[in-house]
């Protein structure tokens, strides 16, 4: 390792975002390193989304700057920086007239991979997530469990080998046993890839259990940032907010 | 003399598809580009919309009578009544292009943006596959209308089956009456099932 400054590779500053007259981000700072997940933590409406979205460009920020490796997302071709970032929604996303294998290997065939490198890929993936191959390559989403179809979305996220993974609210339509398979599945993954991730959720339990540091948004405010250790210890109003959502079930384990 | 009506409901026949074929050829060919091009500029709409809804509203009848004094448009024959039969089938198969991509998945579309796809690759693997059905289903309402309205060509020299109805109502002969009747419904019934089969077949999910 050489120790010259690397740009973190995803770094909000002063970000502020408004539709029409309605304020969804103040002033939002914050840094993505390499290596790290951070989990956004908010209830519905915090802005957590928004600002997940300024990171692939689907949106833009009305003030500020948010910039991937250095370079302001104003300043990327959106097609390259996006193909350069996984990105997992709630209902999974997937095209409902492409088969599994379509999906999964749609980026690598989008930046213009051979066939049989595809397939390769695709094969190889399946196996990662849990889904034999020889299964479920043919098969349609409409043919998957819930669960299967966020597995198949994650495999398609990281088709192509992006440095970077957003992933909003990607658990939160399972049910409570699907959901604790899939975040360690994710979890297993992401330290075997060494993948940067920025997760959004308003699950505090997911926030603890995936996040190396937890950022908890509050009206579109930044008002914690910080490891699990001093997420538990933080006093602000908010975060105590969801502390009280821990409160009996997190103390009987300790 | 009845191989002799035989003979005249074929040729008939053969010129009423022929005048629904190229009036639906075109429509499609400029109803659904249109379409895609409202989805991108919605401001266009209303207009466009409006235009299309006006000429439907217009009584088939009256529509050919306004088109006969235009120039280069108008006049007696085959191309008034493509002209027209045009107009009529624009709207069915632009309303539904326009609502076929825009009931695509917003989630779907979201993801396929954030693939990194291309507008043009947006539009030609996900909105318009996803599309495929709801287009085709107005296709099939323009044809199966444009079938109908054929009928009336007759009148202003289009030719095509309502030559038989024309004549038959003119000399009060039920025979040609539906010598002219009874096929133009047969091809609107047969062309309903076939494209209903169609949008099943190449509806891709």
């Known amino acids: 390792m050489t120790d010259g400054h690397v740009s973190p590779l995803v770094s909000f500053r002063q970000v502020s975002a408004h539709v029409g007259q309605k304020n969804i981000l103040h002033d939002l700072s914050f840094d993505v390193e390499a290596g790290e997940t951070l989990v956004l933590l908010g209830r519905s409406g915090s802005g957590k989304t928004t600002a997940l979205k300024m990171v692939n460009g689907l949106l833009l920020p009305s003030a500020g700057e948010v910039s991937i490796e250095g370079v302001p997302t104003t300043a990327w071709d959106l097609i390259r920086l996006r193909r350069r970032i996984g990105y997992v929604i709630q209902e999974a996303g997937l095209f409902p007239h492409f088969t599994v294998a379509a999906n999964v290997g749609l980026v690598p065939r989008l930046e213009g991979w051979q066939v049989p490198d595809v397939d390769a890929r695709v094969q190889d993936l399946l196996a990662q997530i849990g889904l034999p191959p020889t299964q479920f390559t043919t098969r349609y989403p409409r043919e998957l469990s819930g669960g299967q179809r966020q597995r198949v979305g994650i495999a398609r996220a990281l088709a192509a080998n992006p440095p970077l993974l957003l992933l909003d609210e990607p658990f939160g339509a399972l049910d409570p046993v699907t959901r604790v398979e899939l975040q360690h599945m994710f979890i297993d993954l992401r330290d075997k890839l060494g993948k940067t991730a920025l997760l959004v959720t308003h699950d505090v339990r997911e926030a603890l259990l995936l996040g190396t540091r937890i950022g908890v948004l509050h009206s579109g405010r930044l008002v914690f940032l910080g490891g699990r250790s001093e997420f538990l210890k933080a006093q602000d109003e908010e975060v105590r907010a969801f502390h009280t959502c821990l409160e009996e079930k997190w103390e009987d384990s300790i | ?205």
């Open chain 2, 1 to 205: 003399m009845s191989s002799m009506l035989a003979r005249d409901i074929f040729d008939l026949t053969v010129e009423h598809l022929f005048l629904v074929g190229l009036s639906m050829g075109i429509a499609a060919a400029v109803a659904i580009p249109v379409g895609i091009l409202l989805t991108r500029r919605m401001f266009l709409q209303r207009w466009v919309l409006g235009f299309a809804n006006v000429m439907q509203t217009v009584p088939s009848l009256a529509l050919f009578g306004f088109l006969i004094p235009l120039p280069f448009l108008g006049g007696i024959g085959k191309h008034t009544a493509i002209v027209a039969l045009v107009l009529y089938a624009l709207l069915p198969i632009l309303r539904n292009t326009l609502t076929g991509i825009l009931g695509v998945d917003p989630t779907v579309r979201e993801s396929a943006i954030a693939m990194g796809m291309t507008e043009r690759q947006l539009l030609v693997e996900v909105e318009l596959p996803l599309a495929t059905r709801t287009i085709l289903a107005g296709l099939r309402i323009a044809t199966v209308t444009t079938i109908g309205t054929a009928t009336i060509a007759a009148a202003i020299g289009g030719g095509g089956l309502g030559v038989f109805i024309f004549r038959g109502l003119a000399s009060v002969d039920t025979t040609l009456l539906l010598a002219g009747a009874v096929p133009a419904a047969l091809i609107a019934v047969a062309a309903d099932r076939g494209l209903e089969w169609v949008e099943q077949k190449l509806s891709p999910v």
